[in-house]
């Protein structure tokens, strides 16, 4: 559950986080003066930097590349602040020069993206952290715009300018901490969201977890992704127990398929999953299995990486209708006449020849002494120290 909650954070960090040295900035020296801005703002850059470097390690080159702007944004505005100021009030020059950020970040979104997935590919949360940092650029332009343009034609006017400028300065304050609380607030509500919703692993062809994705949002997806699953196959005198899945199932709806399967969830070990599911189905505790291969496979929404075992436990089952519709006792005869007709999920028919060649079929039980029964509990021993 830990890794699930630090994933969701790297995938949903807070883009007011990168903002925030630079609107300590503009505030303490709208108020303060830049000597007072400077080391303010610059003391709580330095440890939010070492913050996100410490518990958001994977985004830290990201979040390093928003410091280094508003140490940009700084630095012209101490610069132009030496400059004859005649027709720009210093008092919002440092709002100009971080509007003007905006605008290029704005009108260079696309290019931008390209350049942050060329140099950052393998790094999954960066898709939703580019969207989020978008959306909340373009609140916080509209905030300076218009607090810029305000400020201007007070300005102009020539009427009571201080007291109005500085009116417009406390509502332009209040908004800018408004919108960082929000966003504050709103990210927090989506986290613990995201943490009651079942996430997948992503991995690679080698078995590798390499990122994740919400279950839905990866079977909607066109692009097929790599999950790890478990399947566990119950055999009995040479026949296999199968259930037919429910007919609003996402995945295999109405096929007869191998009587505990699921996709791991992110965090979760291989046994937790497997002991999880036969709980979930059929309210089996205490489930005994052992493994017999992996194998990977493509099919309609997704592609799965396969860790199968088989099990010849015969506790009473109780269905879980949610789950499964049917169960039934298949004989050796019955399914190869059937293996054709479409009834059967693609995994069974792989994991089908896989039960046939290991023999286990033949001996009527898991639970022999017969040698692949060793070769079988040695691969998965070396799997485990792996």
Same mark, same amino acid.
């Given at each position: ?48 930097? $070492? ?9 830290? &080159? ?49 290019? $931008? ?13 960066? &898709? ?54 929000? *966003? ?83 965090? *979760? ?71 054709? &007709? ?19 079929? *033949? &001996? ?23």
């Amino acid at each position: 559950m830990e890794k699930l909650r630090k994933h969701i954070k790297e995938s949903f960090f807070n883009p007011i986080f990168h903002f925030l040295p630079l609107l300590l900035f503009l505030i303490v020296n709208d108020f303060f003066g830049m000597n007072v801005a400077w080391k303010v703002s610059f003391s709580f850059a330095l440890i939010l930097l $070492i913050y996100v470097y410490f518990v958001y390690y994977r985004i830290f &080159t990201w979040h390093l590349i928003f410091t280094l702007i508003f140490i940009c944004v700084s630095t012209i505005t101490a610069i132009l602040t030496l400059l004859p100021q005649s027709l720009v009030s210093s008092q919002i020059l440092d709002e100009i020069v971080a509007l003007s950020f905006l605008i290029v970040f704005v009108l260079f979104q696309k290019q $931008i993206h390209k350049i942050v997935l060329r140099l950052m590919p393998n790094l999954i949360p960066m &898709t939703n952290n580019f969207e989020e940092l978008f959306r909340v650029i373009w609140a916080f332009l509209f905030v300076l715009l218009f607090y810029v343009a305000s400020f201007l034609i007070v300005q102009f006017i020539g009427q009571k300018v201080k007291q109005y400028q500085q009116m417009l300065q406390y509502l332009y304050v209040g908004v800018l901490f408004f919108l960082s609380i929000y *966003e504050i607030l709103r990210v927090q509500i989506i986290r613990a969201k995201l943490i009651r919703e079942e996430w997948w692993p992503i991995v690679n062809d080698q078995g590798k977890i390499i990122g994740s994705i919400q279950r839905l949002t990866s079977l909607n997806d066109e692009k097929k992704y790599m999950h790890p699953i478990v399947r566990v196959l119950i055999i009995d005198k040479g026949m296999i127990l199968l259930q037919k899945r429910s007919i609003e199932s996402l995945i295999f709806p109405g096929l007869w398929d191998t009587a505990v399967s699921n996709h791991l969830n992110m965090g *979760e070990t291989i046994e937790q999953c497997v002991e999880r599911t036969a709980k979930e189905q059929y309210s089996l505790s205490n489930f005994k299995y052992m493994y017999l291969a992996n194998y990977t496979i493509e099919v309609e929404k997704e592609r799965h990486y396969a860790f199968l075992f088989v099990s010849c436990q015969e506790n009473e089952l109780k269905i879980n209708t949610i789950f499964t519709e049917q169960l039934k006792w298949w004989t050796q005869q019955q399914i190869d006449e059937n293996l054709n &007709t479409g009834i059967f999920s693609d995994n069974f028919k792989v994991e089908y020849d896989l039960l046939k060649r290991s023999g286990l079929l *033949e &001996t009527g039980k898991c639970e022999c002494n017969c040698k692949l029964k060793e070769v079988i509990y040695q691969q998965s021993n070396d799997a485990k120290k792996e």
